[in-house]
């Protein structure tokens, strides 16, 4: 198995395999990547099947090998395999993120109350997403930009966000008021979200408070 020419991951790279006999049962499947699969190993007898492919999915990096580890032939082979798999697969890419923050974490009436959201996108292009945005009390939600109940609303705001950026913006800010009592574990809730396949493109990102006397 070859690794494509080129490739920052693969090449130069050649894995032997075992072959099968009446007691083995290594035999490599025929595969083609497909989708967001990219083709980065071939079988030297079978040059248009793949011998690896790789994929990246909102920050995921997997790896699929259409063969079993042991039928690798030496472990000297595999170690290698190995040590360009893995590293790559770890080496987690910039991916895009909602930051949420709170000027401060415990409120008495008449501090200033504000709730600040930075949105990064470390792409070359205008990233199109929408953002929820949920604030959780004692079990109950409410959704911005509209702060409607769940159930039955789950609002969200479609958003661009401009390459290799991140803004900073204002979603709350007012005057905390005289209001009886105190809680904790109060807490704000936002994510990204492709608005095409569903797909988390940020991590889920959250703030918690307080209030009392």
Request: proline share 8%.
């Amino acid at each position: 198995v070859d690794g494509i020419p080129g490739h920052p991951v693969m090449d130069g790279l050649t894995i032997r395999l075992k072959k099968k006999n009446a007691t083995s049962t290594f035999m490599p499947d025929a595969v083609r990547a497909a989708g967001a699969g990219e083709m980065v190993m071939t079988y030297r007898d079978l040059p248009e099947a793949a011998g690896a492919v790789i994929t990246r999915n909102a920050g995921v990096r997997t790896v699929f090998l259409p063969f079993a580890l042991e039928g690798v032939k030496t472990s000297g082979e595999l170690e290698v395999l190995l040590q360009r798999i893995i590293p790559w697969m770890q080496d987690r890419p910039a991916v895009p993120a909602m930051n949420l923050a709170l000027n401060q974490e415990y409120y008495r009436a008449g501090d200033v109350f504000r709730l600040t959201i930075k949105l990064v996108n470390p792409y070359p292009d205008i990233l199109t997403a929408d953002a929820y945005i949920a604030l959780a009390v004692g079990g109950q939600y409410w959704f911005w930009p509209s702060w409607r109940p769940y159930p039955p609303w789950v609002d969200k705001q479609s958003i661009g966000i401009e390459p290799f950026s991140g803004t900073l913006q204002t979603l709350l800010e007012f005057t905390w008021p005289e209001v009886g009592g105190a809680a904790d574990d109060i807490a704000f809730w936002g994510v990204l979200v492709d608005p095409e396949s569903g797909i988390l493109l940020s991590d889920l990102e959250s703030v918690m408070f307080g209030y009392g006397p």
